[in-house]
T-cell receptor, first 107, second 119 residues
Framework: DIVMTQSPATLSVSPGERATLSCRAS??????LAWYQQKPGQAPRLLIY???TGATGIPARFSGSGSGTEFTLTISSLQSEDFAVYYC?????????FGGGTKVDIK | QEQLVESGGGVVQPGRSLRLSCAAS????????MHWVRQTPGKGLEWLAV????????HYADSVKGRFTISRDNARNTLSLQLNSLRAEDTAVYYC????????????WGQGTLVIFSS
């Protein structure tokens, strides 16, 4: 199975600051990576697919980059509604696998 | 709008089974493969099963193979997951999710239904 490792587990950021989240795959997944945001009590919401393409309705402050085994989700200027948990997911191989998540909280 | 609504969760005792359902609306259900994903505090998000658009093919995670069965009724726009031989580690929120027609990223997600194993 492809193991997805996210870091850090928790990221403390002040509103307006930039947040950089990492996701590493145990083997190359090319660009077959999605990012999701999850707020308490809600289902995950798709943010990014194809490693760098924003989903419909996602603000431009969210951007994704990377390919192969190293990926990054960047939130350029954190808004109050962005404090949440973020997950990456690979869809190159079966079984589909998720990272353990990065919690972005208020500094 | 495109929507998925799960139901059927609850408290399950040893030896009992449970059947989860997912009602789809706002899109042509019969065009899409469909998946189940679960979330536990300990293991995070875990993909469980996929069924092809016509129900002819299914694929499972090793952790549930032989215990869970995914099925669909395209006439009723409904996806199901039969949970048998439940274990403590099956306690989770179960989500019904839709991929794209080609790729397996998920959008939308249902709101989830909670299954609690109680001995």
């Amino acid at each position: 199975d492809i193991v997805m490792t996210q870091s850090p587990a928790t990221l403390s950021v002040s509103p307006g600051e930039r947040a950089t989240l990492s996701c590493r795959a145990s083997q190359s997944i090319r660009s077959n990576l999605a990012w999701y945001q999850q707020k308490p009590g809600q289902a995950p919401r798709l943010l990014i697919y194809g490693a760098s393409t924003g989903a419909t309705g996602i603000p431009a402050r969210f951007s994704g980059s990377g390919s192969g085994t190293e990926f990054t989700l960047t939130i350029s200027s954190l808004q109050s509604e962005d404090f949440a948990v973020y997950y990456c997911q690979q869809y190159k191989d079966w079984p589909l696998t998720f990272g353990g998540g990065t919690k972005v909280d208020i500094k | 709008q495109e929507q998925l609504v799960e139901s059927g969760g609850g408290v399950v005792q040893p030896g009992r089974s449970l059947r989860l359902s997912c009602a789809a609306s706002g899109f042509r259900f019969s065009d899409y493969a469909m998946h189940w994903v679960r979330q536990t505090p300990g293991k995070g998000l875990e993909w469980l099963a996929v069924i092809s658009y016509d129900g002819g093919n299914q694929h499972y995670a090793d952790s549930v193979k032989g215990r869970f069965t995914i099925s669909r009724d395209n006439a009723r726009n409904t996806l199901s997951l039969q949970l048998n031989s439940l274990r403590a580690e099956d306690t989770a929120v179960y989500y019904c999710v839709r991929p794209t027609l080609v790729y397996n990223w998920f959008d939308p997600w249902g709101q989830g239904t909670l299954v609690i194993f109680s001995s």
